[in-house]
């Protein structure tokens, strides 16, 4: 049998080679690293990024897909705001499975392995002519977390002149987010909680049903958050003769197309939310589909979450 030629093996030898490799540590490189984390609720972390391609070709409507490290799961998150000029996104994440803890378990100066975006396609309303877009007056519905990608559409077409309302509803006041930042990118913040800890006692539809009737005339709504929140919100809007844009970014598991998680039904065709969308004409979707859908993975993601709660308890 011929050997082969070594040249590492005949100048350094086996034995150094390998204890020269083992005194090596492995080194971490962020390439997207966090630039600020806030907590807006105990569950609800909103956190900036550096990732300056990505802030640069952004639109409102749009998600990104972040990929914590190299064993992590890639997890497909709207985009709360951008900046290209300090090249910037920010995201806001909800704990809910042990994916999402994990990104909320990193601080400033830790960073996410990769990336990737803008994905989805932008929001409608950045095609339409600025005229146009002037003579309209949009009506925001946002539930929970749901508030944070409202942000970024509400503050684009603010910045360009069109009348912007915003509802922002949750079951409680601890659990609202946003006030501050939205309260200076719309015409008009309406508050809205469950419990009416915060102003109007009731659901948003509620809300809505009584902006309309005191003479608001709005031209569009747009709802972001719970699926059931945005059922009875399109059921709303249809009632009163309002047309109605849904964002289904909940739905996203893959982010690109290829798994099939969030395949529903808009105007009795099959689309992916994440490539066809992520929103859609209300009226057309299939929201009892959708609902389902959503649900098909709480049992995995139930077994992780207690999985990940085990690991840090012994930590």
């Given at each position: ?148 990608p409202v942000y970024p559409q509400a503050k684009w077409l603010h910045e360009r002149g069109v009348k912007v309302d915003v509802i922002i509803g ?70 009163l003769g309002l047309p109605c844009i849904v964002s289904l970014n909940t739905l996203m598991v893959d982010g690109t197309g290829m798994c099939g ?55």
């Amino acid at each position: 049998m011929t050997n082969i030629y070594n040249p590492f093996q005949k100048t350094f030898g086996i034995e150094r080679k390998n204890r020269i490799f083992a005194r090596l540590k492995p080194i971490h490189v962020f390439m997207y690293p966090i630039l600020k984390k806030e907590m807006l609720t105990p569950t609800i972390c909103r956190m900036e990024v550096e990732a300056p391609r990505l802030a640069r070709a952004a639109a409102p409507g749009q998600f990104l897909i972040v990929l914590p490290d190299e064993k992590g799961e890639r997890i497909p998150l709207t985009i709360s705001d951008y900046d290209a000029a300090r090249g910037t996104v920010t995201i806001v994440t909800q704990k809910i499975g042990a994916s999402s803890a994990d990104i909320i378990a990193k601080e400033p100066g830790d960073g996410f392995r990769d990336v990737v975006g803008p994905l989805g396609l932008p929001s409608d309303f950045v095609n339409i002519p600025l005229e146009e877009l002037r003579k309209q007056h949009y009506i925001f519905i946002a539930g929970g977390v749901g508030t944070a990608p409202v942000y970024p559409q509400a503050k684009w077409l603010h910045e360009r002149g069109v009348k912007v309302d915003v509802i922002i509803g949750a079951k409680t006041k601890d659990l609202l987010i946003y006030k501050e930042e939205m309260a200076s990118v719309c015409d008009a913040l309406h508050i809205c909680t469950d419990d009416g800890s915060e102003g109007f006692h009731g659901m948003v539809t509620a809300l809505l049903e009584k902006l309309v009737a005191e003479g608001r005339n709005y031209t569009q709504a747009v709802a972001i958050g719970p699926m059931i929140m945005m059922k009875f919100t399109t059921l709303t809007c249809k009632k009163l003769g309002l047309p109605c844009i849904v964002s289904l970014n909940t739905l996203m598991v893959d982010g690109t197309g290829m798994c099939g998680a969030c395949r529903v039904t808009v105007g009795g065709k099959t689309r992916f939310a994440c490539v066809d969308g992520p929103e859609f004409d209300g009226y057309e979707v299939d929201f009892d589909e959708a609902m389902r859908r959503q649900r098909q993975y709480m049992t995995e993601e139930k077994e992780a979450m207690e999985h990940h709660e085990c690991k840090i308890g012994r930590a």
